[in-house]
C-alpha cells in the first residue's frame, strides 16, 4: 500500500496476453497515480515473460493486470501468469485483476489476486483498494467535503458520476 512518507511505491499494470484492450489498465493507473503510486504501464498483448521482467525490473510493489477476452482463455492465462509469479506474491508483491464479469469470475476463483475488479465497481472503490483502505467505498473523511475540492478530486469525470 502507498504511504504518504514513501514516494518508492510502484505499480505496473499492462493487457496480458494477446488482449489489447488497455482502457482498464490506463484508468487504474491514472487512479494509481491519484492515490500517489509511481506508474508504469506495460502496454497491450503484455506476454507473462514481459510483466515478469518489468515486475523486478522496476521493483513493482503493486501489479495490475487486464484481460477482457474469452473466459476459458483468459482462465488459462491468469492460472499460468499467477504460476509464474507466485514467488513474487510470497515476496510481497500484491497483485490486482480487472476484467470483464466472466473473466473476473474465473480469476477470483484461481485465489492468487488480492483484488478482482469485473467493471461494476465504482471509481471510489478502486480508489480505496489503492490507498490500502479496508472498506471498499471509504469513510466520510476520506472524501473531499466541499464541492470545489470533490470536483477537483473527481477530475476528469463529473460528480454525479454512479461509476
Not at 489476486?113 to 465497481?121: A, G, I, K, M, Y
Amino acid at each position: 500500500m502507498p504511504k504518504s512518507n514513501l514516494k518508492a511505491e510502484i505499480i505496473v499494470a499492462g493487457a496480458l496476453g494477446e488482449c489489447v484492450h488497455i482502457a482498464g489498465p490506463l484508468n487504474f493507473l491514472h487512479l494509481a497515480e491519484e492515490a500517489g503510486w509511481r506508474t508504469v504501464f506495460l502496454g497491450p498483448s503484455v506476454s507473462i515473460n514481459e510483466f515478469v521482467t518489468a515486475m523486478h525490473n522496476e521493483k513493482a510493489n503493486q501489479v495490475g493486470v487486464s484481460y477482457r477476452l474469452t473466459p476459458e482463455t483468459g482462465e488459462r492465462l491468469l492460472g499460468a501468469f499467477s504460476k509464474t509469479s507466485d514467488g513474487l506474491r510470497a515476496d510481497g508483491v500484491r497483485f490486482a485483476f480487472g476484467g470483464t464479469l466472466l473473466v473476473a469470475e474465473r480469476a477470483e476463483a484461481l485465489g492468487f489476486f488480492e483484488r478482482v475488479f469485473d467493471s461494476t465497481q465504482p471509481v471510489e472503490a478502486v480508489l480505496a483498494y489503492l490507498k490500502g483502505q479496508v472498506n471498499d467505498v471509504g469513510v466520510e473523511s476520506d472524501y473531499p467535503q466541499t464541492l470545489v475540492e470533490r470536483i477537483s478530486w473527481k477530475a476528469p469525470f463529473p460528480i454525479l458520476r454512479s461509476n
